[in-house]
């Protein structure tokens, strides 16, 4: 076959390896923002591109995301849709290995995505939750304390359950710090543990400005992984870690090693994101070194 522009000969034989999850079929459950290059138009790509079959069930359809920059979109909430589709689903016999959520509207939403991993998963299944919901010390606008609530219901359930600070503080009740030492960063973690929670990825740590990492924990096992704190931020990359990171533990990976590459590629998308490119992280060029990864393809050889 004729080698693709940049593209080594090796990735063209991914699509005919069949790797640990290739079998997999996960369900994401976040909004559709259609230009934005955020939530489910990040995820389903990125999942896809590790090999796993992504299914979805879109909470909102937004003509932008929210974020700076973009002002008078559009919003269409389809709550009332959610009850629907998974009892199609549950009729039609689908069930699904994983299911992993990103950003939910609202208490309702909460409720019909526990219901679903609660009829809809594997014996075994996994549940991952991103409790996207605050960040910097703050909630999101449109939520309170009562969704915070909400939120614990889920996130408590979780066998992975991947926060930044401000959401591990606001879930376990703890100060939010802007300043920690690693002893906070384990009393965070181990609360979350007695609550219920299986795995942490914590993210956002930090304990030098000039870097930043991932810090993990589960049940034997602790680990923080620091990378260079790049000068420049760009608005989806919690949706393209938690993405890259739930792809990699679907084909198989521990979540240490997962959360290590999820980090490494984010970091590669924003390196490759131009200035002018404000409103997103440009994360397709890049989308192939996740591939390989996910498919055990050493790029450098």
Not at 270 to 281: D, L, M, Q, S
Request: with cysteine; net charge negative; glycine share 10%.
């Amino acid at each position: 076959s004729q080698k693709l522009s940049g593209i080594p000969e090796s990735l063209l034989a991914f699509s005919k390896t069949k790797g640990i999850g290739m079998d997999k079929r996960i369900l994401t459950v976040q909004d559709i923002s259609c230009v934005g290059q955020c939530s489910l138009t990040v995820a389903l790509p990125v999942l896809s591109a590790c090999g796993v079959e992504a299914a979805v069930l879109p909470s909102a359809v937004l003509s932008t995301h929210t974020g700076g920059g973009f002002a008078g979109y559009t919003f269409r909430d389809l709550t009332a849709d959610m009850p629907a589709i998974a009892q199609h689903w549950q009729k039609e016999g689908f069930r699904f290995d994983a299911v992993y959520t990103g950003y939910l509207g609202s208490g309702e939403q909460i409720t019909h995505v526990r219901h679903i991993m609660d009829t809809l998963l594997v014996p075994g299944g996994a549940r991952i939750v991103d409790p996207a919901m605050a960040d910097n010390g703050k909630l999101y606008a449109g939520f309170d304390a009562a969704f915070v609530e909400k939120m614990k219901t889920l996130a408590f359930s979780a066998d992975i359950l991947l926060p930044n600070i401000t959401e591990a503080a606001l879930l376990t009740g703890m100060e939010y710090r802007k300043e920690y030492d690693e002893a906070y960063i384990e009393e965070l973690t181990a609360a979350l543990h007695e609550k219920g929670v299986g795995t942490v990825v914590l993210t956002g740590v930090s304990y030098e400005p000039e870097t930043t990492g991932v810090a993990v924990s589960g049940k034997g096992f602790r680990g923080y992984y620091r990378h260079a704190r790049l000068a420049r931020t760009c608005h989806g990359t919690g949706d393209l870690f938690a993405s890259a990171f739930t792809g990699l533990l679907c084909r198989g990976y521990e979540p240490f090693p997962a959360a290590e590459a999820a980090a490494e590629f984010v970091l590669a998308c924003i390196r490759r994101t131009e200035p002018e490119h404000w409103y997103g992280v440009r994360f397709e060029p890049v989308l192939y070194t996740l591939a390989a990864k996910a498919a055990g393809i050493n790029l450098s050889e």
